[in-house]
T-cell receptor, first 112, second 114 residues
Framework: GAGVSQSPSNKVTEKGKDVELRCDPI?????LYWYRQSLGQGLEFLIY????????KSGLPSDRFSAERTGGSVSTLTIQRTQQEDSAVYLC??????????FGPGTRLTVL | AQTVTQSQPEMSVQEAETVTLSCTYD???????LFWYKQPPSRQMILVIR??????QNATENRFSVNFQKAAKSFSLKISDSQLGDAAMYFC???????????FGTGTLLAVQP
């Protein structure tokens, strides 16, 4: 497809379980971003990958959150031992040389 | 730290009328970009318009235009000839430099009345 895709669209999990959220960026985009959107905190930056540089992890809220980007393309955001406060929409975006960030449809995570 | 403030949680406009959404920001950087994103109920974030800080001319995209007041650190969005499809949450966002994270405001929910 031409846009950023994310899977799953919705995820319901039990407190304490681990979850993996996937992002497929636009082909050729070197930068990839994860954001979280929640009622209480609004839109927050989580992590940013740019080419082969070390990722900017400054927005990750705790060490239960991690992300990787394999082969400079697909990215996976992992949340370990999920808590109810992790419930949110997780948005992925990618950008090319022009810097415009194009967003995926998001994954709605619900932790019961 | 950079911050973005949207002081209007909700706005309403009649179809075909004009509405202006407000945004202020705070930064000490000289190289930055400002954006307006639209998020309809489908939750897909869509870029509406962008403004480079070094450009004095206000950006326009069809019915959407901005009023960029750099000294006042103000970046408002004007929507002309409002359409029902314009109803959405609108986010103002700031980015330092060419490629970097976005810092978002809290959003303005726009309703368009037929």
């Amino acid at each position: 497809g031409a846009g950023v895709s994310q899977s799953p669209s919705n995820k319901v999990t039990e407190k304490g379980k681990d979850v993996e959220l996937r992002c497929d960026p636009i082909s050729g985009h070197t930068a990839l971003y994860w954001y979280r959107q929640s009622l209480g905190q609004g839109l927050e930056f989580l992590i940013y990958f740019q080419g082969n540089s070390a990722p900017d992890k400054s927005g990750l809220p705790s060490d239960r959150f991690s992300a990787e980007r394999t082969g400079g393309s697909v990215s996976t955001l992992t949340i370990q031992r999920t808590q109810q406060e992790d419930s949110a929409v997780y948005l992925c975006a990618s950008s090319g040389l022009a810097g415009e960030q194009f967003f995926g449809p998001g994954t709605r995570l619900t932790v019961l | 730290a950079q911050t973005v403030t949207q002081s209007q949680p909700e706005m309403s406009v009649q179809e075909a009328e004009t509405v202006t959404l407000s945004c202020t920001y705070d930064t000490s950087e000289s190289d930055y970009y400002l954006f307006w994103y639209k998020q309809p109920p489908s939750r897909q974030m869509i870029l509406v318009i962008r403004q480079e800080a070094y450009k004095q001319q206000n950006a326009t995209e069809n019915r959407f235009s901005v009023n960029f007041q750099k000294a006042a650190k103000s970046f408002s969005l004007k929507i002309s000839d409002s359409q029902l499809g314009d109803a959405a949450m609108y986010f103002c966002a700031y980015r330092r430099g060419a490629t970097n994270k976005l810092i978002f405001g809290t959003g303005t929910l726009l309703a368009v009345q037929p």
